[in-house]
């Protein structure tokens, strides 16, 4: 059997990752393919219960080694539990946030040193990586007035109670990991609507993805 396509959405607070993901799933299944929707951190009962632990901010006091080091058990069960397995039966993951959040968040501006980041991603991962990556992009102060909104009565998580500076290094450090893998990432920029930016992805996957789309979608049929 034919392994299925894997595509990542990353990006800063409030780029619309989530809604992105959940709209990429509903078309792919629409034109026929098997899809997994999911998302990091979790996207396994394993996964979940550390997800709690990263947002909440416990694992903060213990710096971004340690963050990092909880992200990768995380991941090593969410790819073991579901992307694998999915990937393996030909299934398309569509997953919101990857390797490369840990790559930003962790390394970029947490200042994780890459040797360590490159051992505990071989030992999370192996070669179960993105065959495409959207990275969506807004000005910080744009999406961190969203992400407000979406969570209003409700305490900032772990990375969006940080301030400008911090959302302008993350942003920044997303730019330069798609300029470094620009075979895999393409940046969208995502300020308009949602349903702007969802035409805008259906776009570059047609014109992206092309004949191995076709090729993936015959595999399943």
């Known amino acids: 059997m034919t392994r299925g396509f894997f595509i990542t959405l990353e990006g800063g607070e409030g780029t619309g990752k989530s809604t992105q993901a959940r709209r990429l799933a509903a ?3 629409a034109t026929g393919r098997d899809v ?7 996207g396994s009962p394993g996964a979940e219960a550390v997800r709690h632990v990263l947002l909440s901010g416990a694992a903060e006091p213990f710096g971004p080694s ?3 080091l909880l992200f990768a058990a995380a ?3 969410h790819v073991d539990s579901v992307i694998r397995p999915a990937l ?4 398309w993951v569509v997953c919101d946030r990857f390797v490369d959040s840990t790559r930003v ?3 970029a501006v947490g200042r994780v040193p890459t040797a360590l980041l490159d051992a505990l991603e071989a030992t999370a991962v192996g070669a179960v990586l993105p065959d495409l990556t959207l990275v969506l992009d807004v000005p910080p102060d744009v999406g961190l007035a969203r992400a407000a909104e979406r969570g209003k009565g409700s305490a900032a998580d772990r990375f969006e109670k940080e301030g400008a500076a911090y959302h302008a290094a993350v942003r920044q450090a997303f730019l330069d990991r798609a300029a470094e893998a620009p075979t895999r990432c393409v940046v ?6 949602a349903d702007q ?3 805008a992805i259906i776009g570059l996957l047609d014109a992206r993805l092309g004949s191995a789309a076709g090729r993936a979608q015959a595999a399943s049929a």
Request: charged share 35%.
């Open 27 to 29: 078309h792919l299944r």
């Open 36 to 42: 997994v929707e999911t998302r990091e951190p979790g």
């Open 66 to 68: 340690a963050e990092a």
């Open 75 to 77: 991941r090593a069960d």
């Open 88 to 91: 393996d039966a030909g299934a």
């Open 105 to 107: 968040y962790q390394g």
């Open 188 to 193: 969208v920029d995502a300020t308009p609507d």
């Open 197 to 199: 930016v969802a035409r």
